[in-house]
């Protein structure tokens, strides 16, 4: 049985210089998996080739088996920003990422969603009166109406203060405890790779492959002031640095 | 600041009218048979209202703004859209257009009262000429400024090109389609006048024309501010449309 993500001898190139030299790793489904590597070592990049949105110049990213050559329904996406769409009220931006096949129950599951990510009560606020802890709860909800099966996550935290942030992190465990999406995050911050996942992935320097992987063997919910997790820490920061 | 009442805008014309009575009734600054009084245009305007006769070229405009308008309009949406979306349409299309943008409203004329000989078509044909290019070179820079943020998270979703286009470019660049909109309007009474001054029998431009031959300034005045009357409304409406659709802007609306 293979896994439900497959990155393979992935390699990529940006006008002239090598971001990636044959990368691999296998994701199970389920996992929660960071990413975290040096500014500028192309885990944002990573994430775009497995969204389907950049092509791989050699090797191949598939999901279930499947090669991914285009963005598709089973692949989501949460970028840094919210990305809403300044003219659809919280309501609709999470409508906009319904499948074709659920839109005949569209009104429960977006209110389902909205429900999810306690945001029922702003249902009809426009992006503009939102509060960017609410604006990232709402791309949140619409990246889960497409039902993805693997939900990729840009530093979706990282423009947020650190109080909205935990409460962030806390909101997506429920959102994977719920609905148990395959997760792929790309963050910076060494506590949250830590708090969330159940493997954090160190990407290695230009061109960058899986320098290390560590892994996080603590059961949820996680005090984030564990020890063992204050000595993984330790670990990870001697990696980065 | 708070709510200022709209009806500030009506104190500089208040001014004006002011003003105009004193020079000409009052200080007899101007001859009055070549600036005539505010009475006496007030009288003129009344009496060509109480016999229909204002009325009549009013409809006949009007009517013809609207159709040009429409008609430019809709062929700017058409052209803008595939201008805006696909470069190759752009690099075929966009010089030639460019080039016709420059040719003066009345160079226009001759040709067209030739073509189409004197009668609605040549006339609507102008006005929609005039209309056409602000909502084109609107709409096709609006779509240019479409940010590619959204663009992508509808890739993202899977959208098809055609909704692509209408769920997330066409709304990205209403604020731009709109305010095309509302230029193309004016152009269309800008060019209404200029088609009904050279050949009509009817109209608000008609009306100018045919008091500059009987020497009727109080006329030309009647219908000068009749065109900037029905321009203002014009414009309002408009404005009301364009503040109810893009009530979701989050813009400087100033202080």
């Known amino acids: 049985m293979s896994s439900l993500l497959t990155i393979e001898g992935v390699s990529k190139s940006f006008s002239g210089s ?37 092509p791989v110049h050699a090797g191949q990213v598939r ?10 329904r089973q692949v989501g996406l949460m970028f840094q920003e919210p990305r809403l769409f300044p003219w659809l009220n919280v309501r609709d931006n999470v409508a906009f990422g319904l499948s074709p096949a659920r839109k005949s129950s569209k009104d429960n599951v977006v209110a389902g969603l909205l429900e999810e990510v306690d945001l029922t009560d702003s249902a009809k606020l426009l992006p503009r009166q939102l509060s960017g802890g609410m604006a990232q709860r709402v791309a949140l909800a619409r990246a889960l109406a497409g039902e ?3 939900l990729l996550l840009d530093e979706p935290f990282s423009a947020l203060d650190a109080f909205t942030r935990m409460r962030l992190q806390d909101l997506v465990l429920k959102v994977w405890h719920d609905y148990r999406p395959t997760m792929l995050l790309v963050t910076h911050d060494i506590e949250e790779a830590l708090y969330l996942s159940d ?10 492959g899986v320098q290390e992987i560590i892994e996080v063997k603590l059961p949820r919910p996680r005090n984030r002031n564990d020890v063992q997790l204050l000595e993984l820490r330790g670990q990870l920061l001697a990696e980065l640095s | 600041m708070g709510r200022l009442n709209p009806l500030v805008g009506l104190i500089l014309p208040a001014i004006f009218l002011v003003l105009w009575w004193y020079i000409t009734d009052i200080a007899h600054l101007l001859p009055v048979n ?3 009084t505010p009475g006496r245009v007030w009288n003129t305007g009344l009496q060509l209202f109480n016999n229909g006769e204002l009325f009549r070229h009013i409809t006949v405009s009007l009517g013809r703004v609207l159709a040009g308008f429409a008609i430019g309009a809709v062929i700017a949406l058409l052209l803008g859209t595939l201008v805006g979306l696909f470069r190759p349409v752009e690099r075929l299309a966009d010089p030639f257009l460019q080039a016709l943008r420059n040719v003066p409203s009345l160079a226009w004329v001759p040709f067209l009262l030739l073509w189409m000989g004197i009668d609605e078509p040549p006339k609507i044909t102008l006005i929609a000429i005039g209309a056409f290019f602000p909502v084109y070179l609107n709409l096709v820079s609006g779509i240019r400024q479409t940010d590619r943020k959204l663009v992508e998270v509808g890739y993202i979703f899977g959208l098809k090109p055609f909704a692509l286009i209408y769920r997330i470019v066409l709304p990205a660049a209403l604020p731009y389609l709109l305010a095309g909109l509302r230029i193309g309007l ?7 006048v200029a088609a009904e001054l050279i050949a009509s029998t009817r109209g608000l431009g008609f009306m100018l024309i045919d008091a500059e031959n009987s020497s009727r300034p109080d006329i030309m005045l009647v219908a000068i501010i009749t065109l900037a009357v029905l321009g203002k409304l014009c414009d309002w409406l408009l404005q009301l449309a364009e503040r109810w659709l893009l009530r979701w802007t989050d813009t400087f609306k100033g202080r």
Not at chain 1, 23 to 36: D, K, M, R, T, W
Not at chain 1, 63 to 72: E, K, R, S, Y
Not at chain 2, 186 to 192: N, R, S, V
């Open chain 1, 148 to 150: 993805p099966e693997v």
């Open chain 1, 199 to 208: 493997r954090v992935v160190v990407l290695g320097e230009k061109p960058a």
């Open chain 1, 63 to 72: 999901v279930n088996d499947l090669p991914i050559t285009a963005p598709g």
């Open chain 2, 186 to 192: 004016g152009q269309a009474w800008l060019f209404l």
């Open chain 2, 34 to 36: 070549q600036f005539p």
């Open chain 1, 18 to 54: 090598q971001i990636f030299n044959d990368l691999n790793l296998a994701v199970e489904a389920g996992e929660i998996i960071s990413l975290v590597g040096k500014s500028g070592c192309g885990k944002s990049t990573l994430l775009r080739l497995v969204a389907g949105l950049d």
